[in-house]
């Protein structure tokens, strides 16, 4: 697809378990970001990549939560143990790279802790 | 802290007229700023961008203007649409390479048939 996929796409998941969330960039963007969307709240950036390392981690909000890319292309974001305040929707984009190069979305994955 | 505020959660407009969305950020660092549309259960899908050097920027129905000094941005659409009807997100980024979007909490429009 020409687009920003994101899979599951909605997630349900008991407090305690860990959860993998996996984003495809567009083909050929080497910049790659992580957002979430709590309920009625902005988009609060997570992490980005530029290739496969993480230049910038600052908005990952706790130890649980990591983020993986490899061959410059899928990226997956983990987890762990999860908790309630976890609940959002989980939201990629990419985008060529450079100052001034848009971010492009996915539909999201809506995780929720029980 | 919110660097970037819209004010008005919700925003309601008679098709035809024009839609005026707000947007007022704290960061004098802030060079690149832009729109984004929100479908439920959809990604947000990017509108239009203006950076600080210019004051407009004009596609189409959507025009965004900057007041630098004001710190303040808006998004007229003219003439509004029933699928104009979304959540706008406002979003601000700095000078460097690939910097992270700072983004309001949005506004919902609502246009009325």
């Known amino acids: 697809g020409a687009g920003v996929s994101q899979s599951p796409s909605n997630k349900v998941t008991e407090k305690g378990k860990d959860v993998e969330l996996r984003c495809d960039p567009i083909?050929?963007?080497?910049?790659l970001y992580w957002y979430r969307q709590s309920l009625g709240q902005g988009l609060e950036f997570l992490i980005y990549?530029?290739?496969?390392?993480?230049?910038?981690k600052s908005g990952l909000p706790s130890d649980r939560f990591s983020a993986e890319r490899t061959g410059g292309s899928v990226s997956t974001l983990t987890i762990q143990r999860t908790q309630q305040e976890d609940s959002a929707v989980y939201l990629c984009?990419?985008?060529?790279?450079?100052?001034?190069?848009?971010?492009?979305f996915g539909p999201g994955t809506r995780l929720l802790v029980l | 802290d919110q660097q970037v505020k819209q004010n008005s959660p919700s925003l309601s407009v008679q098709e035809g007229r024009i839609s005026i969305l707000n947007c007022d950020y704290t960061?004098?660092?802030?060079?690149?700023f832009l729109w984004y549309k929100k479908y439920p259960a959809e990604g947000p899908t990017f509108l239009i961008s203006?950076?600080?050097?210019?004051d407009k920027n004009e596609d189409g129905r959507f025009t965004v203007f900057l007041n630098k000094s004001a710190k303040h941005l808006s998004l007229h659409i003219v003439p509004s649409q029933p699928g104009d009807s979304a959540v706008y997100f406002c979003?601000?980024?700095?000078?460097?390479?690939?910097?992270?979007?700072?983004f309001g909490t949005g506004t919902r429009l609502t246009i009325i048939p």
């Open positions: 960061n004098s660092m802030f060079d690149y």
């Open positions: 984009a990419s985008s060529f790279g450079g100052s001034k190069e848009t971010q492009y």
């Open positions: 203006i950076s600080s050097i210019k």
């Open positions: 979003a601000a980024k700095g000078r460097g390479l690939n910097e992270k979007l700072t």
């Open positions: 990549f530029q290739g496969n390392s993480a230049p910038d």
């Open positions: 083909s050929g963007h080497t910049a």
